[in-house]
């Protein structure tokens, strides 16, 4: 089945340093996928996202490409602030069912 | 304006019992879907609805039974609970349940099962 592969947490940066939260599903044919965020207390929400190959998704200074050929969509930003502090998932979305990965915890120190 | 809203935030019931978590959505949208999320931030769907029939049922146990009344609000009854239960739930929707589709998250409510 499908599934979506996450890297483990938590993530301790500090302010302005480069990320990447790496992120490869297992899927058959043409997913979509995600990057959602939770901040502290709250849902979800979407953060960015990608509808097919090398589509580049993109919010909040963040960004992911769809790589359909090594089946990855890394999140990274080029210098992450303290209120970038959450927890985000990766996601696939096929048909009517969207698996979430584990999540990834990320800390920014000011 | 809430876009999805769930009542109540926090609930805290003693095992055995029964209860309701609701779920309310102003998007307009045809989908709604009921997540839950465990102590280590796992998230898993549990259901969804399009416009008020039952599309996915997850494997959950028969003693959890989601009612969509209309297709802005979706229902999510437990009864005996257990304290496996304990767990964040939160109610979602989308435009039409397409894979393309962004959900659109409540903001959750916290079950505890003492």
């Known amino acids: 089945g499908d599934s979506v592969t996450q890297m483990e947490g938590p993530v301790t940066l500090s302010e302005e340093a480069c990320l990447t939260i790496n992120c490869t599903y297992t899927a058959t044919g043409y997913p979509s996928l995600f990057w959602y965020v939770q901040y502290p207390g709250e849902g979800l929400q979407l953060l960015l996202k990608?509808?097919?190959?090398?589509d580049k998704g993109s919010n909040k200074g963040f960004e992911a490409t769809y790589r359909k050929e090594t089946t990855s969509f890394h999140l990274e930003k080029g210098s992450v602030q303290v209120s970038d502090s959450a927890v985000y998932f990766c996601?696939?979305?096929?048909?009517?069912?969207?698996?979430f990965g584990k999540g990834t915890r990320l800390h920014i120190l000011p | 304006d809430t876009a999805v809203s769930q009542t109540p935030k926090y609930l805290v019931t003693q095992m055995g019992n029964d209860k309701s978590i609701k779920c309310e959505q102003n998007?307009?949208?045809?989908?709604m879907y009921w997540y839950k999320q465990d102590s280590k931030k796992f998230l898993k769907i549990m259901f969804s609805?399009?416009?008020?029939?039952?599309?996915i049922n997850e494997t959950v146990p028969n003693r959890f039974s989601p009612k969509s009344p209309d297709k802005a609000h979706l229902n999510l009854h437990i009864n005996s609970l257990e304290l496996g239960d304990s767990a964040v739930y939160f109610c979602?929707?989308?435009?039409?349940?397409?894979?393309?589709?962004?959900?659109?998250f409540g903001p959750g409510t916290r079950l505890t099962v003492l």
């Open positions: 609805y399009n416009n008020k029939e039952l599309i």
């Open positions: 979602a929707s989308s435009h039409s349940g397409r894979g393309t589709d962004t959900q659109y």
């Open positions: 998007l307009g949208h045809d989908t």
């Open positions: 996601a696939v979305n096929r048909d009517d069912k969207i698996i």
């Open positions: 990608a509808t097919k190959a090398d």
